[in-house]
């Protein structure tokens, strides 16, 4: 493949130092990677291994330790997110980033359907049209129409996924960051999120995403990258020394 | 993006200060008091910028300086050194070096001001149409019909019934008070705004409707706030960017999620720790 890819990952590390404990954990180490426009790379590995660490990494909600984070921007400009400064890294949150978690983080006064259209706000959209976009992102998403003008926070876990899914689509982000974006889904609506994604692609969005099921990765991703749990806290001490 | 606000290096010392002040207090010595010449050092070395639109979280406990820097920048305080420049419609302001005048205009006609106590931003002898009128009369709007549909609209905006604009701000409860003051804040529409622990004390139901109130205006004026708080929910819910200050001195700064998530100083750490 010759393609330029939208985002190169070399080298990435991350470790925490608590400082009330006096230790260092390691949570990603030396991690290297591609994504592309229109593809979909898959990060596996056990569990400890620092996939989500990697995309909370490129999303800056975590400071790296050590290694580059070089994204194209849509204007052509290499950004490396591990230091571009912070204004810079909120208007590609805003415009080309966009992260969907495993948790739902919503005010519980907020109704599904502003939670859904909080990112459309944000880039200043009207606040029907906005609701308009968010109301088809809903409907693709198989939640019930009763369900749109209230607060997710006694939905189920299910549904919450949905919410969630949904609002990390709706601003139709240049590249997306998935942490278990289907893991307690139903069946048939885990269909519905491989479809949407499929479609996703199709229309260029570059994904880099964790999946709990090795069947997931297997129909999904075009890229595959293994991650390795981190080496010993020694380890690290001496590398860092 | 356009710069609203730059402040560099800004200090304030309260006392005589003397040469070694700034290199015997802060964090590391767990103080903000000269150990050599009893002076406070309230803040130290404070420097960020802010764009159009921006809410910046000043986090930190009673005394670390956080309230100090803000008052500064309205002109509450006088600061020992520092620059801090206003950019405004096409002009820059260099606030420290205006004179008194020049300052009360911006006070009274760029600035916002919401405090915690609102005795400090509201007069108690006069009504609260009154107080929000007082504000458009100092920026030169002198219509009283203008100035009474300016005063009833924000008050609806911020869901004070108008009929009770001829009232006293003492009948009023606490939340209702904050929300006169932010009306009075707003009633010139200004590009910068600064809220000192508006929320701390009120009940929880009135904290989240002042919380939701701010960030409605944030969206539709596109106002620059900068929010000083204690409070880690506060600082969750409003700001994407935050500054840590401890002993008036800045000691971390960063995306408001990173600061929460992936603390890096021993102090951000226990207080992120320590949340409910």
Known sequence: MNEIPILRVEGYSKHFELHEQGKIIPSSCDVNL???????????????AGKSTVLKGIYRTYLSTSGRLLYRTVSGHEVDLAQADEHSILELRRTEIGFVTQFLHALPRQATEDVVAQPLFQKGMGRSEARDIAHKMLAAMNLPERLWGISPATFSGGEKQRVNLARGLVSHPRLLLLDEPTASLDPKTTER?????EDLKNDGVAMLAIFHHPDLVERMADDVVELEPPLSIEKVLKEIA | MDKVLGVKNLSKVYGPGCASCFELTGPEHDTNICPNCRSVVAAHDVSFDLYKGEILGIMGESGSGKSTAVKCLYFDHEPSSGRATFFDEGRQ???????????????????????????????????AGGNIAERLLMSEVDNFSEIRGRATSLLSRTEVLPERMDELPKN???????????????????PLLFLDEVTTGLDLSVQAAILDLIMEIQQEKD???????????????????????????VIESGLTDQILEDPQHAYTQRLVASAL
């Open chain 2, 172 to 190: 009023f409860s606490g939340g209702m008070q904050q929300r006169v003051q932010i009306a009075k804040a707003l009633v010139t529409n200004p």
């Open chain 2, 223 to 249: 106002t620059a706030m900068i929010v000083v708080t204690h409070d880690l929910g506060v600082i969750r819910l409003l700001a994407g960017r935050t500054l840590v200050m401890k002993y008036g001195r």
């Open chain 1, 34 to 48: 591609n994504v592309y426009s229109g593809r979909l790379t898959a990060l596996i590995g056990p569990t400890g």
């Open chain 1, 193 to 197: 999120v491989v479809r949407l994604i």
């Open chain 2, 93 to 127: 302001y260099d606030l420290f070096n205006l004179n008194a005048a020049q300052q009360r205009r911006l006070a009274n006609h760029r600035f916002g001001m919401v405090y915690q106590n609102p005795h400090l931003g509201l007069n108690f002898d006069i009504t």
